[in-house]
């Protein structure tokens, strides 16, 4: 092939840059969302496999198998349990899409509701995969600050009485209230209710997205926002994939149909894989509550480790709160650290970090902030890839000091 017919003139505006080759992954891998190998249930999945096939094999001759557009029922059922067990959330399969990952929520739920030049509110600190998304669609997004406790409400107020004024009335409010990501807290069930309240008053349907909820070390949550939500104004999604694997590629929708009915004809796939969700309905009823706390508590052993080499290697120029859960630690360097330089120099030495400004609506805020993904990692990576990252920071911007370090490493 020679390569040489020009493409470039037929691309529609607003393509995302183009795509770089992927040569790899960095040797110590702090970032995206990726799991513990070693949690990874294989032996129970070959076995669910095995016996999903045998018994609906014949079923993958039809789109969809047997049970229709919103994915295959049984695991909508197991869900239907699961939501109401652990997150108070009344719901039947009916009320339940079945989607390729949350990210295809996160499309389905923008498609319904967004147009270019919209405007919608999320946390200030949020989901690099949302904020993408709304830029790609034009859409403004207006960042509220989170504390220890999540968004805060008052701001919220604040944003949506400014929009009100202004004629500007957002089209949704887009939060991770549960182990948040980048920053892992989680909104108090008293939070969650005044969000509503300010919701409901300002007629802004909610989009909760769910997706670490599974991963709270003492496997307790407040109800989810469509639980507690008394006027049908919230759209839920989770996912299996912090939970099990991300790359199932399995998430899931749970909407009034008055709005589910708009996302369904958007999903133009013809179905997301059948086999991963057949896989998964044999595997979950009878695995998944052991499994989790499992997990939860390799995950936790990590994020001590990682806490802990912090300390040591950064001393106290390195900041963060021990997370409640989840799979990320939100760190803040001093203000002269810019960790999108850092992000640079740290991937020539083999370790990669995800950069605050990328998972920010400010990028002033997040522009000595850094997401570290310790649950892929081993701990052994954990220790030499903080110890690597402390080194090209100390190199590139004189922080931590060798001294701070040294001390606190003998402390
Ligand atoms: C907040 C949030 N939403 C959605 C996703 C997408 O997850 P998936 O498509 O694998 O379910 C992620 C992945 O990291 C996430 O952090």
């Not at 079923?59 to 349990?81: I, K, S």
């Not at 991963?276 to 695995?287: F, G, I, K, R, S």
Request: proline content about 7%.
């Amino acid at each position: 092939m020679t390569n040489a017919f020009d493409f470039a003139p037929l691309l529609p505006p607003n393509l995302p840059p183009p795509a770089v080759r992927w040569t790899g992954a960095a040797k110590y891998n702090f970032t995206g969302g990726n799991n513990d190998a070693d949690a990874v249930p294989v032996e129970a999945l070959i076995a669910a496999a095995t016996s999903a096939l045998k018994r609906e094999g014949r079923n993958l001759a039809t789109y969809g198998l047997t049970t229709g557009p919103q994915g295959y029922r049984p695991l909508r059922e197991f869900l239907v349990g699961k939501l109401k067990r652990d997150a108070s959330i009344d719901c039947s399969a009916d009320d339940i899409l079945l989607v390729s990952g949350s990210l295809q929520a996160l499309d389905l739920v923008n498609g319904a509701l967004l147009a270019r030049g919209d405007t919608v509110i999320c946390e200030q600190d949020t989901y690099q995969g949302t904020l993408t998304r709304f830029m790609r669609l034009g859409v403004k997004a207006i960042g509220i600050p989170l504390d220890r406790d999540g968004m805060r409400m008052d701001a919220l107020a604040a944003a949506l009485e400014d929009g009100k004024r202004r004629g500007v009335r957002p089209k949704m409010i887009y939060t991770i209230p549960t182990v948040q990501n980048p920053t892992a807290t989680i909104l108090s069930e008293a939070r969650r209710a005044e969000l509503l309240g300010l919701a409901e008053r300002y007629g802004v349907p909610i989009f909760e997205d769910d997706c670490y909820s599974d991963l709270i070390w003492d496997g307790k949550r407040p109800p989810a926002l469509y639980a507690m939500s008394k006027a049908g104004n919230v759209i839920h999604c989770g996912s299996f994939s912090k939970s099990i694997a991300p790359a199932l590629r399995v998430g899931f929708l749970v909407a009034p149909w008055a709005i589910l009915s708009r996302m369904l004809p958007l999903k133009t796939d013809a179905g997301s894989g059948a086999l991963e969700q057949l896989v998964l309905a044999d595997y979950c009823a009878p695995n998944f509550t052991a499994h989790v706390p499992a997990l939860r508590q390799a995950l936790r052993a990590k994020v001590e480790t990682l806490m802990e080499t912090l300390n040591e290697q950064f001393g106290t120029a390195a900041e963060f709160d021990d997370p409640k859960g989840g799979i990320f630690l939100w760190v803040k360097l001093p203000d002269s650290v810019d960790t999108m330089k850092l992000y640079q120099a740290a991937l020539k030495e083999g370790v990669a970090i995800n950069p605050g400004p990328e998972w920010s609506t400010d990028a002033k805020h997040s522009g000595a902030r850094l997401r570290i993904c310790f649950a892929s990692p081993s701990k052994q990576q954990i220790r030499e890839g903080i110890a690597i990252l402390a080194e090209v920071c100390r190199r590139e911007f004189g922080v931590p000091t060798r001294s701070a370090n040294v001390e606190r490493a003998r402390a």
